[in-house]
């Protein structure tokens, strides 16, 4: 049973390009969270997916964030022209419905 | 509004010894409560968990203690090895509201051979 997938493990974007992270969860799972870390911090919540619907996007950024979760295919962190303070680890987590949640190696994007 | 802190950035032990993380948490609505570890460059991986209708919860060599009324909770690893240095992250989460976690700050752990 393969885990959490995300890629790509490492991006690089200049400033005002478009970045996408992709996270195909655990099978079987339906819940997919997506975690920032900044440098030298835990990690904090942005947003919490079921399949075709944002259950809770209290964490994301008012501006150039979305997400989705599709009824086909992985889940998709999107962020538009980034910015430097967008550098960060970004990880997803799936689980079925309890609080266990299992995380994927995360994206590692850097903004140059 | 930090709702989950780890007071101890780091921690340093010898191999064989116990370490002990702490945690404290300041919203009271939090009904469940993870450990975390992580490598660098690499995820978070599960350790061990403990709802607040309990207050220990044991697996091998990780036991998690909750003390409700204190809102403090504590991983104890025992005995600790040399591949446990890690970064240890302390979580919790409220069923009602999804299970999203909220996470401490961390501490550096080194288990010295």
Redesign the interface.
């Known amino acids: 049973n393969a885990g959490?997938m995300?890629n790509p493990r490492h991006l690089v974007r200049r400033r005002g390009q478009e970045a996408r992270l992709r996270c195909s969860p655990m099978k079987g799972h339906s819940?997919v969270?997506w975690?920032r870390q900044l440098p030298e911090?835990?990690?904090?919540?942005m947003v919490?997916l079921q399949k075709e619907n944002i259950?809770?996007e209290s964490?994301m950024p008012k501006e150039r964030f979305s997400a989705e979760f599709p009824k086909e295919g992985p889940s998709i962190l999107r962020i538009q022209q980034v910015v430097r303070g967008d550098s960060a680890a970004y990880?997803c987590?799936s689980?079925l419905r309890?609080?266990?949640?299992?995380?994927?190696?995360?994206t590692?994007l850097t903004v140059v | 509004d930090q709702q989950v802190k780890q007071n101890s950035p780091s921690l340093s032990v010898q191999e064989g010894r116990i370490s002990i993380l702490n945690c404290d948490y300041t919203n009271s609505m939090f009904d469940y409560f993870l450990w975390y570890k992580k490598y660098p460059a690499e995820g978070p991986t599960f350790l061990i968990s403990i709802s607040s209708i309990k207050d220990k919860n044991e697996d091998g060599r990780f036991t998690v203690f909750l003390n409700k009324s204190a809102k403090h909770l504590s991983l104890h690893i025992v005995p600790s090895q040399p591949g446990d240095s890690a970064v240890y992250f302390c979580a919790a989460s409220i069923k009602a509201a999804g299970n999203k976690l909220t996470f401490g700050g961390g501490t550096r752990v080194l288990v010295k051979p």
């Open positions: 959490v995300q819940h969270y975690y911090e835990g990690l904090k919540f919490y259950i809770d964490g990880f987590a689980s309890v609080p266990e949640a299992f995380f994927g190696q995360g590692r």
